[in-house]
């Protein structure tokens, strides 16, 4: 009862409380000063109207310093690094300033000051900062204690699986909010050196190989892994671990996803297939990035789009005067118009401002797309704008022409006739060796943009990358709505493999590009290993917390039209070199290998493309797209059960 009542009372504390308590501490001070300088022999005959005069000299000193500085205006419930940092400002140069009167008046002989000590003002500021400094963060102990009280009586006990910066943010947060009712009672960390070792008050108690033990042992109900850099394969590995001894396993995001952000307690999230396929992060020179767009106007084509939102979130974090984003469906440009506005009302602050332009139009409109050029007049262009369903465009070829040919074919023109700075495109690994009327319309587009570069002296790029998670048409998304209906999740074969990657990752990459190229070059990520499709419908399975095959069944349906069992980033031919980023390749020879007549027969494709014969749209995308061999398409047919 009584440490109820206590506590009750300091929790209810505030400034003119402390105020009061200064005033005493403040009067005592200087008497357990002198008696520390003296060894406690003091003669009080000798100094007491000395003491008395300095120890109110030095009251009004320091009231007036704590006044003037602020030490009254601030919650002390919540102190933390910041408030202590701010005492001993406050108390130095409260210090300072009593020192240099107390010398003064002991020179000249005032008060008696020539009689006391000359070290009596600096233990009375040691003494008086602990005092000070002691009463308010008192209240923060009391209420911290209360808190670990609070938690270890009705919070689920959370696991921290990495005790990082990362892990360190999130128990911290939990601690100072427990009405979450998480409870964080170890971590656990593959450096072994950490081991024994407390964190914020929480023991680290092994390695992640532990886990069966540990959650054992300590019961935990929740498992959060605290690991933004870790890769895919750790997740993979704590994920299992998880599911075999029951306890939920959730996580904070990669470090593609929380870049420039901090992490926080609603970052937490549940275990998703983006995890468990992440990979090492790129190490990419944001500094550079930014110096290169602030200030500038920047058009993204495709804004509405996976990729193309993705760059708008990105771009905006580096301050450009203006962004344009154009689309052509009024929804999707809408959708992130209003995400940028809220973010740049969030981050921009009163330093930056950037302007943010919504534009509909089709990228196939010349004479509509010389008008946007004309009017905002854009130094970075960024084409992200595209057909990409690869059966799909197989039965409607003119559009894919139209769309992703004759559109980059209007965006290079318009980009040199208005005389834009940079232009970088957005590419796919189905242009390497295409077996698809869409990848080799992406592959013409390539041959555009680095012609265009060499001919022209212009800094034009294009990025070439694999699959995208959870971009619009996602085998993922297909697999997470076939299951949310109860199956059967249907891939096309069992031995197709792709390469994948995160939309952030994806942009990072971009954005790279077009700071590090000086123009007719691809880029190219090293992507790692392929994963086989099959695979990745299992895990995905899993991690919707059903079994493979039991609750829900895997079908074959057989490869679509256009569609490849493996698929290539490397043309043969092609050079490729390492740049500054360890990861990142470029193929220096790129614009050489355009064929010959590459114009004229672009003029005849772009001529013919909407006479609806697809069989002539091939036989000219063969003529620009050597490599080009849809007639070795086979084609399986037929439904199995895997």
Same mark, same amino acid.
């Given at each position: 009862?009584?440490?109820?009542?206590?506590?009750?009372?300091?929790?209810?504390?505030?400034?003119?409380?402390?105020?009061?308590?200064?005033?005493?501490?403040?009067?005592?001070?200087?008497?357990?000063?002198?008696?520390?300088?003296?060894?406690?022999?003091?003669?009080?005959?000798?100094?007491?109207?000395?003491?008395?005069?300095?120890?109110?000299?030095?009251?009004?000193?320091?009231?007036?310093?704590?006044?003037?500085?602020?030490?009254?205006?601030?919650?002390?419930?919540?102190?933390?690094?910041?408030?202590?940092?701010?005492?001993?400002?406050?108390?130095?140069?409260?210090?300072?300033?009593?020192?240099?009167?107390?010398?003064?008046?002991?020179?000249?002989?005032?008060?008696?000051?020539?009689?006391?000590?000359?070290?009596?003002?600096?233990?009375?500021?040691?003494?008086?900062?602990?005092?000070?400094?002691?009463?308010?963060?008192?209240?923060?102990?009391?209420?911290?204690?209360?808190?670990?009280?609070?938690?270890?009586?009705?919070?689920?006990?959370?696991?921290?699986?990495?005790?990082?910066?990362?892990?360190?943010?999130?128990?911290?947060?939990?601690?100072?909010?427990?009405?979450?009712?998480?409870?964080?009672?170890?971590?656990?960390?593959?450096?072994?050196?950490?081991?024994?070792?407390?964190?914020?008050?929480?023991?680290?108690?092994?390695?992640?190989?532990?886990?069966?033990?540990?959650?054992?042992?300590?019961?935990?109900?929740?498992?959060?892994?605290?690991?933004?850099?870790?890769?895919?394969?750790?997740?993979?590995?704590?994920?299992?671990?998880?599911?075999?001894?029951?306890?939920?396993?959730?996580?904070?995001?990669g470090i593609y996803e929380i870049l420039d952000e901090k992490v926080r307690i609603d970052s937490i999230r549940q275990v998703q297939i983006e995890d468990l396929l992440r990979r090492e992060p790129v190490k990419t020179d944001i500094k550079k990035v930014e110096d290169f767009l602030k200030g500038k106007k920047i058009l993204i084509t495709g804004s509405g789009g996976s990729i193309g939102s993705e760059l708008c979130r990105q771009i905006i974090k580096c301050h450009p005067s203006e962004i344009i984003l154009l689309g052509q469906g009024e929804n999707s440009i809408f959708d992130i118009q209003h995400e940028i506005l809220k973010r740049l009302s969030l981050t921009n602050g009163k330093q930056y401002s950037t302007k943010v332009n919504t534009v509909i139009a089709n990228i196939r409109s010349f004479n509509r797309l010389d008008k946007i050029f004309e009017d905002y007049q854009p130094d970075v262009v960024f084409?992200?704008?595209?057909?990409?369903?690869?059966?799909?465009?197989?039965?409607?070829?003119?559009?894919?022409?139209?769309?992703?040919?004759?559109?980059?074919?209007?965006?290079?023109?318009?980009?040199?006739?208005?005389?834009?700075?940079?232009?970088?495109?957005?590419?796919?690994?189905?242009?390497?060796?295409?077996?698809?009327?869409?990848?080799?319309?992406?592959?013409?587009?390539?041959?555009?943009?680095?012609?265009?570069?060499?001919?022209?002296?212009?800094?034009?790029?294009?990025?070439?990358?694999?699959?995208?998670?959870?971009?619009?048409?996602?085998?993922?998304?297909?697999?997470?709505?076939?299951?949310?209906?109860?199956?059967?999740?249907?891939?096309?074969?069992?031995?197709?493999?792709?390469?994948?990657?995160?939309?952030?990752?994806?942009?990072?990459?971009?954005?790279?590009?077009?700071?590090?190229?000086?123009?007719?070059?691809?880029?190219?990520?090293?992507?790692?290993?392929?994963?086989?499709?099959?695979?990745?419908?299992?895990?995905?399975?899993?991690?919707?917390?059903?079994?493979? %095959? /039991?609750?829900?069944?895997?079908?074959?349906?057989?490869?679509?039209?256009? +569609?490849? #069992?493996? $698929? *290539?980033?490397? =043309? !043969?031919?092609?050079?490729?070199?390492?740049?500054?980023?360890?990861?990142?390749?470029?193929?220096?020879?790129?614009?050489?290998?355009?064929?010959?007549?590459?114009?004229?027969?672009?003029?005849?494709?772009?001529?013919?493309?909407?006479?609806? %014969? /697809?069989?002539?749209?091939?036989?000219?995308?063969?003529?620009?797209?050597? +490599?080009? #061999?849809? $007639? *070795?398409?086979? =084609? !399986?047919?037929?439904?199995?059960?895997?």
């Amino acid at each position: 009862m009584l440490e109820n009542f206590l506590n009750n009372k300091l929790l209810k504390l505030r400034n003119r409380h402390f105020l009061f308590f200064d005033c005493v501490f403040l009067l005592i001070s200087p008497l357990l000063a002198l008696e520390l300088r003296l060894d406690g022999q003091v003669d009080f005959q000798l100094y007491l109207n000395a003491l008395i005069s300095c120890t109110f000299v030095f009251l009004a000193i320091d009231l007036l310093v704590f006044y003037k500085l602020g030490l009254y205006n601030r919650y002390w419930n919540s102190a933390s690094i910041d408030e202590l940092a701010k005492l001993i400002y406050i108390i130095f140069w409260a210090l300072i300033i009593q020192t240099t009167v107390f010398i003064i008046f002991n020179r000249i002989e005032i008060l008696n000051f020539e009689i006391l000590p000359l070290s009596l003002p600096l233990l009375d500021g040691i003494i008086s900062f602990f005092f000070v400094t002691g009463a308010r963060f008192s209240i923060r102990l009391i209420e911290r204690l209360n808190e670990r009280r609070k938690m270890s009586y009705h919070g689920e006990r959370v696991l921290v699986v990495g005790s990082g910066k990362a892990g360190n943010s999130i128990v911290q947060e939990m601690q100072r909010n427990p009405q979450l009712g998480l409870n964080p009672v170890a971590f656990v960390d593959d450096d072994i050196e950490k081991k024994g070792l407390k964190i914020r008050g929480i023991p680290v108690l092994g390695t992640r190989h532990s886990l069966p033990e540990i959650i054992t042992k300590m019961d935990i109900n929740k498992v959060i892994i605290a690991m933004p850099t870790a890769p895919g394969s750790e997740i993979r590995d704590i994920v299992s671990i998880c599911r075999k001894t029951g306890v939920q396993a959730r996580t904070i995001p990669g470090i593609y996803e929380i870049l420039d952000e901090k992490v926080r307690i609603d970052s937490i999230r549940q275990v998703q297939i983006e995890d468990l396929l992440r990979r090492e992060p790129v190490k990419t020179d944001i500094k550079k990035v930014e110096d290169f767009l602030k200030g500038k106007k920047i058009l993204i084509t495709g804004s509405g789009g996976s990729i193309g939102s993705e760059l708008c979130r990105q771009i905006i974090k580096c301050h450009p005067s203006e962004i344009i984003l154009l689309g052509q469906g009024e929804n999707s440009i809408f959708d992130i118009q209003h995400e940028i506005l809220k973010r740049l009302s969030l981050t921009n602050g009163k330093q930056y401002s950037t302007k943010v332009n919504t534009v509909i139009a089709n990228i196939r409109s010349f004479n509509r797309l010389d008008k946007i050029f004309e009017d905002y007049q854009p130094d970075v262009v960024f084409h992200a704008a595209a057909h990409k369903h690869v059966p799909m465009m197989e039965m409607n070829s003119c559009e894919a022409i139209s769309n992703n040919i004759k559109g980059t074919q209007n965006l290079i023109d318009l980009s040199l006739k208005h005389n834009v700075g940079h232009f970088v495109f957005i590419s796919t690994d189905k242009a390497v060796n295409p077996s698809s009327i869409m990848g080799a319309s992406k592959r013409v587009s390539e041959m555009i943009v680095l012609k265009a570069a060499r001919v022209y002296g212009k800094n034009f790029s294009a990025v070439r990358f694999g699959n995208v998670l959870g971009s619009r048409g996602s085998v993922v998304l297909t697999f997470k709505r076939q299951i949310a209906e109860g199956g059967p999740v249907t891939i096309t074969h069992p031995d197709i493999q792709r390469y994948f990657m995160t939309i952030p990752e994806a942009v990072q990459l971009v954005l790279q590009a077009s700071v590090i190229g000086n123009g007719g070059e691809i880029f190219v990520l090293d992507m790692g290993e392929p994963v086989k499709v099959l695979d990745l419908a299992k895990d995905i399975i899993r991690l919707s917390g059903y079994e493979v %095959d /039991k609750d829900i069944k895997i079908v074959q349906t057989g490869l679509r039209p256009g +569609e490849k #069992l493996y $698929e *290539e980033l490397f =043309i !043969p031919g092609e050079l490729y070199e390492k740049t500054i980023h360890e990861k990142i390749l470029i193929a220096t020879n790129a614009s050489h290998f355009i064929p010959d007549h590459f114009d004229y027969n672009l003029e005849t494709l772009l001529e013919k493309r909407y006479d609806s %014969d /697809k069989e002539l749209i091939v036989s000219m995308l063969k003529k620009l797209v050597p +490599e080009y #061999l849809s $007639e *070795e398409q086979q =084609i !399986p047919t037929g439904v199995q059960s895997l």
